[in-house]
């Protein structure tokens, strides 16, 4: 395929999945919203204002970018894990695989989807957020670049999952089993200076505390942990992940007998 | 002669789970050809088709589509490729002009000239009406309709056609078979199917080959396979009921039911004279049709071969048992009588 066919394979992929996403709505935009305006209520306002201070900043402060970055990471993940185990699962996936479209194509088609999901929802619940504080915003540049990024590992990791799964079951596993707990104990709610030494050592070996710390530090000037060296991670993890995910296209894992 | 619109050599697949689907297989179909592969049920087609458009994965063997090999340059390959699959492989969720618009996206070819492309589509098969409504509410014959449509977008050089006519009445299957027809002559396309309904292969294709067993046991022109066929089975009914089926010298005659007698006629043989000696008998014919289309016995004799039963031309109770059979008769609907 000439460069410019692959253009609009590759948009054709990225409009049908925002397509998706935005035709069911009531099932991808909307249950994330207003679980985060539950957080900011109850967290932020209600228990937050008895809790005082975190790391020197007003809690509600504090878990914003926590929230936000919660948000965009299970929307991202779930929205290609979903749609890539459907179209597998309705065999439209076929409908690629008997195209000349280059596997990184498709995956770089999803993925980009999956971005858009979790930024999209991302931008909502920062809108929400500005209902309960100002938002202000130490570190524009670092800020986007930490979440686009984020964004986009999750998607492929969404992506690898939808291709492993045998049944619907299998794309909630890790959402349940993984990702929340690891969110969680990533630092969104807290900071990890309150844990014990041991406590902080084994949270350092939590991928998510960084990209919630580097996020904070985004917005706040503040972090627990070294902002490059937590950016150099995620981008090697992209890499690595993005070629797993290729290897397994290219071998037809999970799609093709 | 130009390259091959398909060539296959030696391909076999053996599935995961240790199953020898196709065991070396070899297969030409010329350019602008319209092609048959017919064969029973699970007998390795849509294994064969499904390597072919990528959607399995070969354990070894060549394939090369245009003279372009699969293993050197798929991308390349798949673009002269239709397909229409066996099952349904579409997004019910998602409305049928949202289904070709994308697909037409997947090749390279922008909205401006897709859009023009699949109005044209739509109409041609009848699906215009529905364009905008999602296409789990269209009826089963439509969703084929849909994946014809659907295959035919980014106008590939080779269209493959796996059952295309399963579950579509008999008036809708002639109709597309008209249009296909129209399209291979036309435009040129070249076409394999696969189908179980014999007159389809009978009255649409130039060349066949049979499969059974993942093994290729026939591969020639229907009209050489027909000249083939050494003895045809006719049905007779009789005006009145007869308690033991009448000898008739020179035939071989079953009875059926107490007033239907069935007479195999070996080529050569005049029907005439059976006819003469059921007149002397006393017994009239009051209607007459032929056991199975013409292609439907060679290749129930065809199959049994292969399995390894003797006769090239089964008795007629075989034929009434075993799945080949059961598969046979199904087909038989809309044949008619003698064509
Ligand atoms: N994914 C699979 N894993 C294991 N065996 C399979 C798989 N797909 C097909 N087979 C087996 O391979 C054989 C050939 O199947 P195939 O679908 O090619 O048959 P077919 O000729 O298309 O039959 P039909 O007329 O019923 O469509 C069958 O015995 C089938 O059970
Ligand atoms: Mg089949």
Known sequence: MSPMQIAIALWTLVVKEIKRFTRIWPQTLLPPSITMTMYFIIFGSLIGSRIGHMDGFSYMDFIVPGLIMMAVITNSYSNVASSFFSNKFQRSVEEMMVSPMPNWVILAGFVIGGMVRGLGVGLIVTLVSLLFTRLS????????????????????????????????????????????????????????????????????????????????????????????????????????????????????????? | ?????????????????????????????????????????????????????????????????FGVDIDKDFARAKYHLGVVPQEFNFNQFEKVEDIIHAQAGYYGMPMREAKPRAERLLKDLGLWDKRKGSARMLSGGMKRRLMIARALMHRPKLLILDEPTAGVDIELRRSMWDYMRRINREEGTTII??????????????????????EIVQNTSVRGLLAQLNTETFLLDLARPVDKPPVIEGFEVQQVESNQLAISVKRGQKLNDAFTQLTEQGLSVVSMRNRANRLEEMFVSMVEDANGGGARVPPVRQIDSGEVAAKVETSHTGTGGRR
């Open chain 1, 137 to 257: 915003v130490q570190h524009p540049l670092l800020t986007v670049g930490v979440v686009v990024l984020t964004a986009a590992l999750f998607s492929i990791g969404g992506f690898i999952n939808a291709l492993l799964a045998n049944k619907f079951d299998d794309i909630s596993i890790v959402p349940t089993f993984v990702l929340t707990p690891l969110t969680y104990l990533g630092g969104v709610f807290y900071s990890i200076s309150l844990l014990p030494g041991l406590w902080q050592g084994v949270s350092m070996l939590n991928p998510i505390l960084y990209m919630v710390n580097v996020f904070r530090y985004g917005f706040l000037g503040v972090s627990d942990i070294p902002v490059g060296l937590a950016m150099a991670a995620i981008v090697a993890f992209i890499v690595v992940l993005f070629g797993v995910a290729l290897w397994m296209l290219e071998r037809g894992q999970g799609i093709r007998s």
């Open chain 2, 1 to 65: 002669m130009a390259e091959p619109a398909l060539s296959i050599r030696g391909l076999t697949k053996i599935y995961g789970n240790g199953f020898h689907a196709l065991k070396g297989i070899d297969l030409d179909v010329a350019q602008g050809d319209f092609f048959a592969l017919l064969g029973p049920n699970g007998a390795g087609k849509s294994t064969t088709l499904g390597i072919v458009c990528s959607l399995v994965q070969k354990t070894a063997g060549k394939v090369s589509v």
């Open chain 2, 193 to 214: 199917l696969t189908t179980h309904y014999l007159e389809e292969a009978e009255s649409l294709c130039r060349n066949i080959a049979i499969i059974n067993h993942g």
